[in-house]
């Protein structure tokens, strides 16, 4: 069910450029935080917000811009949405700090209800609340762990788990997320992926190359966990052939590996189901969630098989601020929202929208490689003329011209070649429209010739 009457927004769904961007008061803004904020917290473009509401982020300036990021991946449900903000603010008076594991509140408990509700699988399921995916992740690892009593944690080639010493480890690129801040925990292990614009194999061919790897570099009875995004998100929008998942599935639960899915960026309605795993028709033992679960408010979840999330002894997991009253209060309203609005129907309506006005973008322009992607998850894998060749330079310009034309899109890719969408699913096909004509301009006025980054090998 859509909503009954057209969405009203605090903010106009509309791009409107009133400075060069960033303007005045960004930059003001922008030498203060030199001066006061670590460079090691980079940002894609120091434009400076305001408010938001919807699609629309509207800066210190009154730029309004079109977001086709969400912060990557959290607001899928709109920017301060008043559902949202109305739930925080009313628990934020009644009650915001207990420490569930000294004394406990109902939100939580109503949280890890829904989960069990929305999570593949049809059997008996428990969780654990979190802060961060990376923190959702990690207490993954030490659940698998702890119920197989193995060692070992597969990860897959551009995977994206986080960046604490653990997921830092699981995490793919060595530029810039690792470098120089090792040493890493061992027992991590990165296998080849299904990447089909790259290796031009089958699911089932493609999964026979990851057991064997597994096979010949690890031991089967020695793996605890295998860790998979169903679609890998700051990787590149990569999506494993049909079959894939399946078989890796399978293979799992014939050698008693505990199967992950990493639902972190692209769970939550994003790709028109409620966890992305749902399109490769998989259920695995565990699921993780964060990001658009709360609606910009903090919190993370495992979700999965009761026995093994049980594996653990009381009070061999926890955390200070994990599933605290307000942010799952605020979790409470996405849920009814996602349920109320059909944002699910709108992700695919987004889809729809995306593939009508950018999937031909592969033979208008011979530097777009694939246009691929699953609901308001979508991304443009950006190649040197007619190859398959990374093609990085093109992708900072094509950032460059957007965020300076009032749009808001992400990267993402081992190589950095894939312009990256993660809109919010009630994005309007008329801003949708109006992106993409500012990203066509963008790729129209690059004059590099492309630096190729590395040449990639899978
Ligand atoms: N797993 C699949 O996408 C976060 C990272 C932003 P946290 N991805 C965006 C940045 O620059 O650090 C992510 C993810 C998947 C885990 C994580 C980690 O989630 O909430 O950022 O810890």
């Given at each position: 069910?859509?909503?009954?009457?057209?969405?009203?927004?605090?903010?106009?769904?509309?791009?409107?450029?009133?400075?060069?961007?960033?303007?005045?008061?960004?930059?003001?803004?922008?030498?203060?935080?030199?001066?006061?904020?670590?460079?090691?917290?980079?940002?894609?473009?120091?434009?400076?917000?305001?408010?938001?509401?919807?699609?629309?982020?509207?800066?210190?300036?009154?730029?309004?811009?079109?977001?086709?990021?969400?912060?990557?991946?959290?607001?899928?449900?709109?920017?301060?949405?008043?559902?949202?903000?109305?739930?925080?603010?009313?628990?934020?008076?009644?009650?915001?700090?207990?420490?569930?594991?000294?004394?406990?509140?109902?939100?939580?408990?109503?949280?890890?209800?829904?989960?069990?509700?929305?999570?593949?699988?049809?059997?008996?399921?428990?969780?654990?609340?979190?802060?961060?995916?990376?923190?959702?992740?990690?207490?993954?690892?030490?659940?698998?762990?702890?119920?197989?009593?193995?060692?070992?944690?597969?990860?897959?080639?551009?995977?994206?788990?986080?960046?604490?010493?653990?997921?830092?480890?699981?995490?793919?690129?060595?530029?810039?997320?690792?470098?120089?801040?090792?040493?890493?925990?061992?027992?991590?292990?990165?296998?080849?992926?299904?990447?089909?614009?790259?290796?031009?194999?089958?699911?089932?061919?493609?999964?026979?190359?990851?057991?064997?790897y597994i096979e010949t570099h690890i031991g089967p009875r020695e793996v605890a966990a295998f860790f998979a995004e169903p679609i890998q998100g700051d990787g590149g929008i990569v999506i494993p052939a049909p079959g894939y998942f399946a078989r890796i599935a399978e293979y799992c639960r014939d050698n008693g590996i505990v199967f992950v899915a990493d639902e972190i960026q692209a769970g939550i309605a994003r790709t028109g189901a409620w966890y992305s795993i749902e399109h490769h028709g998989v259920v695995p033992d565990l699921v993780t969630s964060a990001k658009g679960i709360a609606g910009g408010m903090p919190l993370a979840a495992v979700t999965g098989r009761a026995e093994i999330m049980d594996a653990v002894q009381p009070g061999g997991?926890?955390?200070?601020?994990?599933?605290?009253?307000?942010?799952?209060?605020?979790?409470?309203?996405?849920?009814?929202?996602?349920?109320?609005?059909?944002?699910?129907?709108?992700?695919?309506?987004?889809?729809?929208?995306?593939?009508?006005?950018?999937?031909?973008?592969?033979?208008?322009?011979?530097?777009?490689?694939?246009?691929?992607?699953?609901?308001?998850?979508?991304?443009?894998?950006?190649?040197?003329?007619?190859?398959?060749?990374?093609?990085?330079?093109?992708?900072?310009?094509?950032?460059?011209?957007?965020?300076?034309?009032?749009?808001?899109?992400?990267?993402?890719?081992?190589?950095?070649?894939?312009?990256?969408?993660?809109?919010?699913?009630?994005?309007?096909?008329?801003?949708?429209?109006?992106?993409?004509?500012?990203?066509?301009?963008?790729?129209?006025?690059?004059?590099?010739?492309?630096?190729?980054?590395?040449?990639?090998?899978?």
């Amino acid at each position: 069910m859509t909503p009954a009457e057209p969405r009203t927004f605090a903010v106009p769904q509309e791009r409107k450029v009133v400075t060069a961007l960033p303007g005045p008061n960004s930059l003001a803004l922008q030498a203060r935080r030199v001066a006061s904020v670590s460079r090691g917290a980079g940002t894609l473009a120091n434009i400076y917000m305001e408010r938001g509401a919807g699609a629309i982020l509207e800066d210190v300036d009154g730029n309004r811009l079109i977001d086709l990021g969400c912060g990557i991946g959290v607001t899928t449900i709109g920017h301060a949405h008043p559902a949202v903000a109305a739930a925080v603010a009313e628990q934020a008076h009644k009650l915001t700090h207990t420490l569930f594991t000294v004394t406990p509140y109902e939100n939580y408990v109503k949280v890890a209800e829904k989960l069990a509700e929305i999570t593949p699988g049809d059997f008996e399921k428990h969780s654990i609340l979190v802060n961060s995916g990376a923190e959702a992740v990690e207490n993954a690892a030490k659940i698998a762990r702890r119920f197989t009593g193995r060692r070992a944690l597969v990860v897959l080639d551009h995977a994206f788990h986080g960046r604490t010493n653990m997921t830092m480890a699981m995490t793919y690129r060595p530029w810039p997320e690792r470098e120089g801040m090792g040493p890493f925990p061992g027992e991590i292990y990165s296998v080849p992926i299904s990447y089909p614009f790259r290796d031009g194999l089958t699911g089932e061919e493609a999964a026979e190359r990851t057991i064997d790897y597994i096979e010949t570099h690890i031991g089967p009875r020695e793996v605890a966990a295998f860790f998979a995004e169903p679609i890998q998100g700051d990787g590149g929008i990569v999506i494993p052939a049909p079959g894939y998942f399946a078989r890796i599935a399978e293979y799992c639960r014939d050698n008693g590996i505990v199967f992950v899915a990493d639902e972190i960026q692209a769970g939550i309605a994003r790709t028109g189901a409620w966890y992305s795993i749902e399109h490769h028709g998989v259920v695995p033992d565990l699921v993780t969630s964060a990001k658009g679960i709360a609606g910009g408010m903090p919190l993370a979840a495992v979700t999965g098989r009761a026995e093994i999330m049980d594996a653990v002894q009381p009070g061999g997991i926890g955390g200070t601020f994990g599933g605290n009253p307000v942010s799952t209060a605020a979790a409470l309203a996405v849920f009814d929202l996602i349920e109320r609005e059909d944002l699910i129907g709108e992700a695919q309506r987004v889809e729809r929208a995306i593939v009508d006005r950018f999937g031909g973008w592969t033979s208008k322009y011979d530097v777009v490689g694939e246009v691929r992607g699953k609901g308001a998850m979508f991304g443009v894998e950006l190649v040197l003329p007619g190859t398959r060749t990374p093609n990085p330079a093109l992708l900072k310009h094509v950032l460059k011209y957007a965020t300076e034309h009032g749009v808001i899109p992400l990267d993402a890719g081992s190589w950095d070649s894939v312009l990256r969408l993660l809109p919010s699913v009630v994005i309007s096909e008329a801003l949708l429209d109006d992106a993409a004509g500012v990203l066509e301009e963008a790729i129209e006025s690059f004059q590099g010739v492309g630096e190729a980054g590395i040449t990639p090998t899978s």
